[in-house]
């Protein structure tokens, strides 16, 4: 009997676990068993790996085969793991040597005619190969522009399994990346595009100083979407960390782009009001897959039309508001994604959605069936809310060129290092992210600042939550103004942003 091993990663979410691919050859007539929760996909795989080996002009045994992939109590998905389970049963039949297997990590996808095709999930699988220790991958030719962000570890790609042979038995090489070139900035819509609506560009430049949820009402044609998109060119880069953990994401799902795969810019995703909660949320069958919410982390989610996407649907983003994070449990396992975002909602302010409000045919029951949707405690996560009219005198606007982006973007950038350096040592990189009882005790503010703030949660209001999150706006008003902290009007126009706007 002969037994041989390589080495894989499966994916939990953004956590990779290494596994330890074994191949024991012998003792009983041909057939290839497989042993450790593999999937549907997985179990296919020893067909797969079969043909790519013949078709290589290599032995398959012609004994029984039994691959076992550990830990046998964590459920594999996907068909990532061939090249690994090609390597190991070449090395214990002694097709190969299995010295450059050791601390090598692989991953790939097998053709039937022995091509490796690429995989999902390679940046994530290589940091946690790199985290585990080891010094060395081999993965798909066309996955090695995403392998190459990962420092520290020594990556190869291979276009065919008879590729990979060669290397083994030291009669090739590897496909080495090629040298990383600048990637060219990405280009976000600019702020000078929107004509008037001074309230809403003061609303979007306090959302990006803050990291604050926002709220725009308004009839149709006003700016709303213009304005969303436009968010992302007042945000700052991303940091390197921030970078790998969006890009991360980005690779699971599979929409990296080859030209520039490293994900700088806050990213803006816009679901359609059809979108289904799995999709929205995360899930599908099996381990769950990433949903909007994750593409959006460290980004923007942009809920256009909001009011039409369904109280189910938006009831499911409460908890990842508060959380930053999904937990999907499924039959197979539970697994964990990012999503600390900013969310953008954007609606009509009726069904009929008039351009005067002297116009609206809507019913009070009608109106209220329509705001009904938007639940109070999902409003109660939305920091800033703010309602747009429709132009009156385009020809006045024009005749002043609108405020760029550029000069919005250094306003928040100084106000962002402001809030950094105040909460740096507690790790809150904006002040969205302040807990409420830090803000009511270690950086509470003088009774005579929040005196009206107090009047309103004895009326009724606003809520505790409300509360905290007007303290959270007024920390970003006064870092805009340059002030130490805030004073009693940077309290009430917080409090004014809070308004209903329907």
Same mark, same amino acid.
């Given at each position: 009997? @002969?037994?041989?091993?390589?080495?894989?990663?499966?994916? #939990?979410?953004?956590?990779?676990?290494?596994?330890?691919?074994?191949?024991?050859?012998?003792?009983?007539?041909? $057939?290839?068993?497989?042993?450790?929760?593999?999937?549907?996909?997985?179990?296919?795989? $020893?067909?797969?790996?079969?043909?790519?080996?013949?078709?290589?002009?290599? $032995?398959?045994?012609?004994?029984?085969?039994?691959?076992?992939?550990?830990?046998?109590?964590?459920?594999?998905?996907?068909?990532?793991?061939?090249?690994?389970?090609?390597?190991?049963?070449?090395?214990?039949?002694?097709?190969?040597?299995?010295?450059?297997?050791?601390?090598?990590? #692989?991953?790939?996808?097998?053709?039937?005619?022995?091509?490796?095709?690429?995989?999902?999930?390679?940046?994530?699988?290589?940091?946690?190969?790199?985290?585990?220790?080891?010094?060395? @991958?081999?993965?798909?030719?066309?996955?090695?522009?995403?392998?190459?962000?990962?420092?520290?570890?020594?990556?190869?790609?291979?276009?065919?399994?008879?590729?990979?042979?060669?290397?083994?038995?030291?009669?090739?090489?590897?496909?080495?990346?090629?040298?990383?070139?600048? %990637?060219?900035?990405? %280009?976000?819509?600019?702020?000078?595009?929107?004509?008037?609506?001074?309230?809403?560009?003061?609303?979007?430049?306090?959302?990006?100083?803050?990291?604050?949820?926002?709220?725009?009402?308004?009839?149709?044609?006003?700016?709303?979407?213009?304005?969303?998109?436009?968010?992302?060119?007042?945000?700052?880069?991303?940091?390197?960390?921030?970078?790998?953990?969006?890009?991360?994401?980005?690779?699971?799902?599979?929409?990296?782009?080859?030209?520039?795969?490293?994900?700088?810019?806050?990213?803006?995703?816009?679901?359609?009001?059809?979108?289904?909660?799995?999709?929205?949320?995360?899930?599908?069958?099996?381990?769950?897959?990433?949903?909007?919410?994750?593409?959006?982390?460290?980004?923007?989610?942009?809920?256009?039309?909001?009011?039409?996407?369904?109280?189910?649907?938006?009831?499911?983003?409460?908890?990842?508001?508060?959380?930053?994070?999904?937990?999907?449990?499924?039959?197979?396992? @539970?697994?964990?994604?990012?999503?600390?975002? %900013?969310?953008?909602?954007?609606?009509?302010?009726?069904?009929?959605?008039?351009?005067?409000?002297?116009?609206?045919?809507?019913?009070?029951?009608?109106?209220?069936?329509?705001?009904?949707?938007?639940?109070?405690?999902? #409003?109660?996560?939305?920091?800033?809310?703010?309602?747009?009219?429709?132009?009156?005198?385009?020809?006045?606007?024009?005749?002043?060129?609108?405020?760029?982006?550029? @000069?919005?973007?250094?306003?928040?950038?100084?106000?962002?290092?402001?809030?950094?350096?105040?909460?740096?040592?507690?790790?809150?990189?904006?002040?969205?992210?302040?807990?409420?009882?830090?803000?009511?005790?270690?950086?509470?503010?003088?009774? %005579?600042?929040?005196?009206?703030?107090?009047?309103?949660?004895?009326?009724?209001?606003?809520?505790?939550?409300?509360?905290?999150?007007?303290?959270?706006?007024?920390?970003?008003?006064?870092?805009?103004?340059?002030?130490?902290?805030?004073?009693?009007?940077?309290?009430?126009?917080?409090?004014?942003?809070?308004?209903?706007?329907?």
């Amino acid at each position: 009997m @002969a037994l041989a091993k390589a080495w894989s990663v499966a994916l #939990l979410g953004v956590d990779g676990r290494m596994i330890e691919i074994e191949a024991d050859i012998g003792g009983g007539s041909p $057939k290839v068993t497989m042993v450790g929760l593999p999937d549907t996909g997985l179990k296919e795989a $020893k067909d797969r790996v079969r043909s790519a080996v013949r078709n290589s002009r290599e $032995k398959w045994p012609d004994e029984r085969v039994i691959l076992g992939l550990s830990p046998a109590n964590l459920p594999k998905v996907g068909s990532g793991y061939d090249l690994g389970i090609a390597a190991a049963v070449l090395a214990a039949t002694g097709s190969v040597p299995a010295t450059k297997l050791l601390h090598t990590v #692989l991953l790939g996808e097998l053709a039937l005619d022995g091509r490796v095709r690429a995989v999902r999930g390679v940046l994530p699988g290589l940091l946690a190969a790199r985290n585990a220790g080891y010094r060395r @991958a081999v993965v798909p030719a066309e996955s090695l522009f995403e392998a190459a962000l990962v420092d520290g570890l020594e990556v190869g790609g291979v276009a065919r399994l008879s590729d990979f042979v060669a290397w083994l038995k030291g009669e090739g090489e590897l496909v080495r990346p090629e040298p990383s070139a600048a %990637q060219e900035p990405v %280009q976000v819509p600019d702020l000078a595009d929107v004509v008037g609506q001074p309230e809403a560009r003061w609303a979007l430049e306090v959302a990006a100083a803050g990291g604050h949820h926002l709220l725009m009402t308004g009839p149709p044609g006003v700016g709303k979407t213009m304005l969303a998109k436009r968010l992302p060119g007042l945000l700052p880069p991303l940091t390197a960390e921030e970078s790998l953990q969006v890009t991360a994401v980005h690779s699971i799902d599979g929409s990296l782009s080859r030209s520039a795969p490293m994900v700088t810019v806050p990213p803006f995703v816009a679901p359609h009001h059809s979108i289904s909660v799995p999709a929205l949320i995360g899930g599908g069958s099996g381990l769950a897959v990433p949903g909007a919410i994750s593409r959006a982390h460290r980004g923007i989610l942009f809920l256009d039309e909001v009011c039409e996407f369904g109280p189910e649907r938006l009831e499911s983003l409460r908890t990842v508001l508060e959380e930053g994070e999904v937990r999907i449990a499924r039959v197979k396992g @539970a697994v964990r994604y990012p999503a600390r975002f %900013q969310l953008v909602l954007a609606t009509n302010p009726c069904p009929c959605a008039p351009t005067k409000d002297a116009d609206c045919t809507c019913s009070a029951a009608a109106r209220r069936r329509y705001w009904g949707r938007l639940s109070g405690p999902l #409003l109660d996560r939305v920091d800033l809310r703010v309602r747009l009219r429709p132009l009156s005198a385009l020809s006045a606007h024009l005749s002043e060129l609108p405020e760029p982006s550029s @000069a919005v973007r250094e306003r928040v950038l100084e106000a962002r290092e402001r809030a950094g350096k105040r909460w740096a040592e507690h790790g809150w990189p904006s002040n969205a992210e302040v807990p409420g009882p830090a803000l009511r005790r270690e950086f509470a503010l003088p009774a %005579q600042v929040t005196a009206l703030l107090d009047r309103a949660l004895e009326r009724g209001a606003i809520t505790a939550r409300g509360a905290d999150r007007c303290l959270r706006i007024a920390w970003t008003l006064a870092d805009l103004k340059g002030a130490d902290r805030p004073e009693a009007d940077e309290v009430a126009a917080a409090l004014n942003f809070r308004e209903r706007s329907s």
